[in-house]
């Protein structure tokens, strides 16, 4: 057991190390969590660090990636954070839909987008979860029409991150509604910037508006905007949400506020010294160790050419169990004041971070039928063509 | 990185798989509470190569790291087992960092058993203490300048029947060290406390004679940090078993027309019991780690450990029992016995209050020297 590297990971280490160290005054400031007010100088950023093979590590080379492995993905943040530059902010894009493009696009499709993607030169959205559809995503009702040009879709998106500064999307949309709802789906390409594309921000509790709704009127595509098989977009969109999984592993370590950091505020204060404060400290500690070491392990599987399992995705209820709990023991040290700040807007984000990428109910149901065998709650939408399902 | 399991691990894990499957230790675990002795699982462990696991390959052993032999305990755990491991491998492995290695080869063997008496190290100013019998902690046994040991240590395991008994003590000056005790001088009264599957003893020592083993402050913080991972995958293991148990179960109950697996209900307490056994199997991962490469760490990664272990084990064990319903809180039923494991195992060696306010205390400090050098 070990946490070292190889030889080769040593090697591409170093040198990241010494590119950043020669550039790092280059990097935009370090944000917390994915979103920006402007990601214009971070694309910029992500553009230098591409050139210095430190973006899409994992993909393979022929479209400009490093064709290494996971542990090499997670040095390069390593380094990166290290330094103290900022990470990649298209990363759902270099995470998820790249990889995505890369299995089911067309080598036309590839040659056209993968390459502008991956050096921050156009940007990308995910357009799957619809105000009506989230956990049960195949529940999507946004609708994709043949025409004479292509297609013509209508509906409505949301929980869209950087859809306000993306050039295109990857959307999930219903091609054939007279099927069970998982067959009649299809994927597309949509250039944000399409006549009847409407982006909204879409303000949280906490104040901020990290995400948008995505408004979709007789939006007019050219044939060649699928990706995949029509009415095949399940397929696409499993194998997307497969790399969101494993992205998540290591995000969640460079993204969420290490148990050190949870614990600044309350440096010197004497509530320190308490037993119950310590019992609690000691439960957010475990809770966030424990999605490193869990990251850790599904990285060394993955390394051993082993799947990590859904199980690894029990991991965000710690992290945001973590925050919870930080948040809380903090102001109740620290009193009201500690509401206004940082961390009154950490524990604002708590609440919603449940629901992030699939309720944890929806996680736990999922991960109870596929990894437990414990049989299903019986479905009234099996089998049935989506057109005759109850609905809201 | 490699932070998965080895060939040669999955062999050893296997290979304790089988050895305890062929006693019915879940039995005796129930018998013993009508005061059955419990099954002799010392031959087990013996053939399978356990007794010699921290020995190093020098002095007759396996050679092999803490991580190797929590392996072991989680089997153990997952079948209620006694085997004696803990007090003999955190033994050995203080022996073998002393000066006293003549006694290995005979304990890495198997021949003898050692069994020790562990003391908390300190955290700030105060001193090396153990179990106090009447609950509660004291000061460590102390060991006279003329060879004499005096002091009580209550709650400890795998003492009796141990040939070598080593006390963790404090000399006239108030410094760590090992003491090697006859075990037959010592007064030990073997104790039964809500659990019955291992042995458990109050032990006297009135002014009896001990050989001190050289000063073992490292050897003995080591030791009781390597036992508190070794606990901590004993808890590992009985997570697993109600794990296997309440799915087993949930599966077959039919209630209303359907399985009551399938009521989310149902479904999502037993994930939860998947969801603790990862985040420990992960501190696990950790806590053998830190013991093997990173000694800085193992007062921390073993404290995780063993907090989230005991923690995921009383969860474990009252939600398996919830799901069976009724017949969960039956004393034919085996819950009650993993129930009362770990009702004991977290109060033992600290306990889970001691491995939280150890983890606090590590990731405070750890807090501290982040915002210092941030501040430069």
């Given at each position: 057991?070990?946490?070292?590297?190889?030889?080769?990971?040593?090697?591409f280490?170093?040198?990241?190390?010494?590119?950043?160290?020669?550039?790092?005054h280059?990097s935009?400031p370090q944000?917390?969590?994915?979103?920006v007010?402007?990601?214009?100088?971070?694309?910029?950023?992500q553009?230098e660090?591409?050139?210095a093979?430190l973006?899409g590590?994992?993909w393979?080379v022929?479209?400009g990636?490093?064709g290494?492995?996971?542990?090499?993905e997670?040095?390069?943040?390593?380094?990166?954070?290290?330094?103290?530059?900022?990470q990649i902010?298209?990363?759902?894009?270099?995470g998820e839909l790249?990889p995505?493009?890369i299995?089911y696009?067309?080598?036309?499709q590839?040659?056209?987008?993968?390459?502008?993607m991956?050096h921050?030169?156009?940007?990308?959205?995910?357009?799957?979860?619809?105000?009506?559809?989230?956990?049960d995503l195949?529940?999507i009702?946004?609708?994709?029409?043949?025409?004479?040009?292509?297609?013509?879709?209508?509906g409505?998106?949301?929980?869209t991150?950087?859809?306000?500064?993306?050039?295109?999307?990857?959307?999930?949309?219903?091609?054939?509604?007279d099927v069970?709802?998982?067959r009649g789906?299809?994927m597309?390409i949509?250039?944000?910037?399409?006549p009847?594309?409407?982006?909204?921000?879409l303000?949280l509790?906490s104040?901020?508006?990290p995400?948008?709704?995505?408004f979709?009127?007789?939006?007019?595509?050219a044939?060649?905007?699928?990706?995949?098989?029509?009415?095949?977009?399940?397929?696409v969109s499993?194998t997307?949400?497969?790399?969101?999984?494993l992205?998540?592993?290591?995000?969640f370590e460079?993204?969420a506020?290490?148990?050190?950091?949870l614990?600044?505020?309350?440096?010197g204060s004497p509530?320190?010294?308490?037993?119950n404060?310590?019992?609690?400290?000691?439960?957010?500690?475990?809770?966030?160790?424990?999605?490193?070491?869990t990251?850790f392990?599904?990285?060394?599987d993955?390394?051993?050419?082993r799947m990590?399992?859904?199980e690894?995705g029990l991991?965000?209820?710690?992290?945001?169990?973590a925050?919870?709990?930080?948040?809380?023991?903090?102001s109740?040290?620290l009193?009201?004041d500690?509401l206004?700040?940082?961390w009154?807007?950490?524990?604002?984000?708590m609440?919603?971070?449940r629901?992030?990428?699939?309720?944890?109910?929806?996680l736990?149901n999922?991960i109870?039928?596929?990894?437990?065998?414990?049989p299903p709650e019986?479905?009234?939408d099996?089998d049935?063509?989506?057109?005759?399902?109850?609905?809201t | 990185?490699?932070?998965s399991?080895?060939?040669?691990?999955?062999f050893l894990?296997e290979?304790a798989?089988?050895?305890l499957s062929?006693?019915d230790?879940?039995?005796?675990?129930?018998?013993?509470?009508d005061g059955?002795?419990l099954p002799?699982?010392w031959?087990?462990?013996?053939?399978a190569?356990w007794?010699?696991?921290?020995v190093?390959?020098?002095?007759?052993?396996?050679?092999?790291?803490?991580?190797?032999?929590?392996?072991?305990?989680?089997?153990c755990?997952?079948?209620l087992a006694?085997a004696?491991?803990i007090?003999?491998?955190a033994?050995?492995?203080?022996?073998?960092r002393?000066?006293a290695e003549e006694?290995l080869p005979?304990?890495a063997?198997g021949?003898?058993?050692a069994?020790?008496?562990?003391a908390?190290?300190?955290?700030?100013?105060?001193?090396w203490t153990v179990?106090a019998?009447g609950?509660?902690?004291?000061?460590a046994?102390t060991?006279?300048a003329?060879?004499?040991?005096t002091g009580a240590?209550?709650f400890?395991?795998?003492?009796?029947?141990a040939?070598?008994?080593l006390?963790a003590?404090v000399?006239?000056?108030?410094e760590?060290?090992?003491?090697?005790?006859?075990?037959?001088?010592?007064?030990?009264?073997?104790?039964?406390r809500?659990?019955?599957?291992r042995?458990?003893?109050?032990?006297?020592f009135?002014g009896?004679?001990?050989?001190?083993?050289?000063?073992?402050?490292d050897?003995l913080?080591?030791?009781?940090?390597?036992?508190?991972a070794?606990?901590?995958a004993?808890?590992?293991g009985?997570?697993?078993?109600?794990?296997e148990?309440s799915?087993?179960y949930?599966?077959?109950?039919?209630?209303?027309?359907?399985?009551?697996g399938?009521?989310?209900?149902?479904?999502q307490?037993?994930v939860e019991?998947?969801?603790?056994?990862?985040?420990?199997?992960?501190?696990?991962?950790?806590?053998?780690?830190?013991?093997?490469?990173?000694?800085?760490?193992?007062?921390l990664?073993a404290?995780a450990?063993?907090?989230?272990?005991?923690?995921?084990?009383?969860?474990a064990?009252?939600t398996?029992?919830?799901?069976?319903?009724?017949?969960?809180?039956?004393w034919?039923?085996?819950?009650h016995?993993?129930?009362?494991?770990?009702?004991?195992?977290?109060?033992?060696?600290?306990?889970?209050?001691?491995a939280?306010?150890?983890?606090?205390?590590?990731?405070?400090?750890?807090?501290?020297v982040?915002?210092?050098?941030?501040?430069n």
């Amino acid at each position: 057991m070990n946490l070292d590297d190889t030889p080769t990971q040593a090697e591409f280490r170093a040198r990241a190390r010494a590119w950043l160290a020669e550039h790092r005054h280059e990097s935009p400031p370090q944000v917390r969590g994915l979103h920006v007010e402007d990601p214009a100088p971070y694309r910029v950023w992500q553009g230098e660090l591409a050139q210095a093979g430190l973006v899409g590590v994992t993909w393979p080379v022929e479209y400009g990636g490093g064709g290494l492995g996971p542990s090499e993905e997670m040095i390069a943040a390593d380094e990166i954070a290290r330094a103290g530059c900022a990470q990649i902010v298209d990363h759902i894009a270099i995470g998820e839909l790249g990889p995505t493009l890369i299995a089911y696009g067309t080598e036309e499709q590839k040659q056209r987008y993968v390459g502008l993607m991956l050096h921050g030169e156009e940007g990308w959205c995910q357009l799957f979860s619809e105000p009506a559809a989230g956990s049960d995503l195949a529940g999507i009702t946004t609708r994709a029409r043949v025409n004479d040009c292509g297609w013509v879709l209508n509906g409505q998106k949301v929980w869209t991150t950087l859809a306000q500064f993306a050039d295109f999307g990857l959307l999930l949309a219903r091609t054939d509604p007279d099927v069970p709802k998982h067959r009649g789906l299809t994927m597309f390409i949509v250039p944000m910037n399409a006549p009847g594309v409407t982006v909204r921000p879409l303000r949280l509790m906490s104040g901020s508006a990290p995400f948008n709704e995505i408004f979709l009127d007789d939006v007019q595509l050219a044939p060649d905007a699928v990706i995949g098989p029509v009415d095949g977009g399940w397929g696409v969109s499993i194998t997307t949400l497969m790399y969101e999984r494993l992205m998540a592993l290591s995000a969640f370590e460079h993204l969420a506020p290490s148990p050190e950091a949870l614990l600044e505020p309350l440096l010197g204060s004497p509530a320190l010294n308490d037993g119950n404060v310590r019992r609690r400290i000691a439960e957010l500690t475990v809770d966030r160790l424990a999605l490193r070491y869990t990251a850790f392990r599904a990285l060394s599987d993955l390394e051993g050419g082993r799947m990590p399992g859904p199980e690894s995705g029990l991991g965000k209820i710690g992290v945001v169990e973590a925050g919870r709990k930080a948040a809380a023991l903090i102001s109740e040290t620290l009193g009201p004041d500690a509401l206004a700040g940082e961390w009154g807007e950490l524990a604002a984000e708590m609440p919603g971070m449940r629901s992030a990428g699939g309720t944890e109910e929806i996680l736990r149901n999922t991960i109870g039928e596929r990894v437990l065998g414990l049989p299903p709650e019986p479905r009234l939408d099996k089998d049935v063509p989506f057109s005759e399902l109850a609905r809201t | 990185m490699n932070f998965s399991l080895t060939d040669e691990q999955g062999f050893l894990r296997e290979a304790a798989v089988n050895a305890l499957s062929r006693i019915d230790t879940v039995a005796g675990a129930r018998a013993a509470l009508d005061g059955e002795p419990l099954p002799e699982l010392w031959p087990t462990a013996r053939e399978a190569g356990w007794t010699g696991l921290l020995v190093p390959e020098a002095d007759g052993g396996a050679g092999l790291e803490a991580f190797d032999a929590m392996l072991v305990l989680e089997q153990c755990g997952r079948r209620l087992a006694a085997a004696g491991l803990i007090g003999h491998l955190a033994a050995t492995l203080v022996l073998s960092r002393t000066e006293a290695e003549e006694l290995l080869p005979a304990l890495a063997e198997g021949a003898r058993r050692a069994a020790i008496v562990l003391a908390r190290p300190p955290a700030a100013d105060e001193g090396w203490t153990v179990e106090a019998i009447g609950g509660g902690r004291a000061s460590a046994p102390t060991l006279s300048a003329d060879g004499r040991l005096t002091g009580a240590a209550g709650f400890q395991l795998d003492l009796t029947g141990a040939d070598v008994l080593l006390v963790a003590a404090v000399d006239a000056d108030c410094e760590p060290c090992v003491a090697l005790v006859d075990p037959g001088v010592a007064e030990i009264e073997p104790i039964t406390r809500c659990d019955a599957s291992r042995p458990l003893a109050h032990v006297r020592f009135y002014g009896v004679p001990a050989t001190r083993l050289g000063s073992g402050a490292d050897a003995l913080t080591e030791a009781w940090y390597v036992a508190q991972a070794l606990l901590a995958a004993d808890a590992l293991g009985v997570v697993e078993a109600m794990l296997e148990l309440s799915v087993s179960y949930a599966k077959d109950r039919h209630a209303f027309g359907r399985p009551i697996g399938s009521y989310q209900a149902i479904k999502q307490q037993i994930v939860e019991i998947l969801r603790h056994a990862g985040t420990t199997r992960s501190l696990c991962f950790y806590a053998g780690y830190a013991a093997q490469a990173r000694p800085q760490e193992l007062a921390l990664a073993a404290s995780a450990a063993r907090f989230a272990a005991e923690e995921a084990a009383d969860y474990a064990t009252r939600t398996c029992i919830a799901v069976h319903g009724g017949i969960g809180a039956t004393w034919e039923h085996d819950g009650h016995l993993y129930w009362r494991r770990a009702q004991l195992s977290r109060l033992l060696l600290g306990g889970v209050g001691d491995a939280g306010d150890r983890v606090a205390e590590e990731i405070i400090e750890r807090a501290r020297v982040t915002a210092a050098a941030k501040a430069n």
